[in-house]
């Protein structure tokens, strides 16, 4: 299934996208909203395919309806640095031995075509396409890999912004790079994982102004999806609801040439994974 939400920033209301790619279905009547409390609930979902089946869910209109975040109430963001080979080359960094960890405020989620907003000062901001994984159960202390992908509910195209003068220059950690208001668009769908057999087969792709900037594969990842999972779940429990953002390939303004051509007001931001939708954003000035 993928499942979405639309409407007004904080008035979001549950949909679901039918296999014809452009019908949406309101699931306002069958479930509250989509979240943690859902997807950790196997009837709930049963009932949402049930209906969606049986082709008794009401249209929506989908003229200028707003697309929000697919998640609502995020626990935590997760995120996965330098697991891409190509990208560890372009940014002259070894492959780490283990995983690199940061986080994300939750509050940093916005919809998939929200403005993103150059945080005041920016001279380096900077895209990174994402796979995003989404938790569905519990996890902590996951045994291997298919233990660890059987607690993923779902994917979804994320958008891990970032301010490399911050993140880098300014002293201590990733954070202030990673954490300014916009700097996660989430979405359009939150794609349920029986419909990615395999999330390491996925093509990342990113434009900036039109013109392709990152073109890469989740067959790169140095940390596959379910090692990620693992991992993690071996350091902090794993709520449903939590997003990791799994790393981004090769092409981002840091890994280019002087002068590296990071983001400013006015640039236009478009970017996709195979099989989980397309996003787009428009910057302005905070």
């Not at 995120?79 to 080979?85: A, D, M, T």
């Not at 301010?163 to 359009?188: A, H, M, V, Y």
Request: proline letters at 8%.
């Amino acid at each position: 299934m993928k499942l979405l939400r639309v409407g007004p920033v904080g008035a979001e209301r549950p949909a679901l996208l039918d296999p014809d790619g452009a019908t949406l279905r309101d699931l306002s009547q069958l479930v509250d909203d989509i979240d943690g409390a859902l997807l950790a609930d196997a009837s709930a979902l049963d009932r949402i395919r049930a209906a969606a089946g049986a082709g008794v869910l009401p249209p929506l209109d989908p003229a200028g309806l707003r697309i929000g975040p697919p998640l609502a109430r995020v626990g935590k963001v997760v995120c996965i640095g330098l697991n891409y080979h190509d990208h560890a080359a372009e940014t002259g960094a070894e492959p780490p031995a283990e995983p690199v960890v940061f986080l994300k405020a939750a509050d940093t989620v916005v919809g998939p075509e929200d403005t993103v907003l150059v945080p005041r000062g920016s001279r380096k901001t900077d895209w990174e396409a994402e796979l995003a994984v989404v938790i569905g159960r519990t996890a902590r202390y996951l045994g291997d890999d298919e233990d660890a992908l059987a607690h993923v509910a779902g994917y979804a195209v994320s958008h891990d912004v970032s301010e490399r003068e911050f993140q880098i220059e300014r002293g201590g950690t990733w954070d202030k790079g990673k954490n300014c208001e916009t700097f996660n668009p989430l979405g359009p769908w939150l794609v349920t994982a029986d419909e990615v057999p395999d999330p390491q087969a996925l093509g990342l792709r990113l434009w900036v102004n039109g013109e392709l900037k990152q073109d890469g594969s989740t067959a790169d990842q140095i940390f596959p999806v379910a090692e990620v999972v693992r991992y993690l779940s071996r350091f902090m429990t794993l709520h449903p609801g939590d997003v990791i953002n799994t790393g981004t390939p090769a092409g981002v303004a840091m890994g280019r040439p002087e002068p590296k051509p990071y983001l400013r007001p006015g640039d236009v931001v478009e970017l996709e994974v195979e099989g989980l939708g397309r996003q787009r954003q428009q910057l302005k000035g905070a």
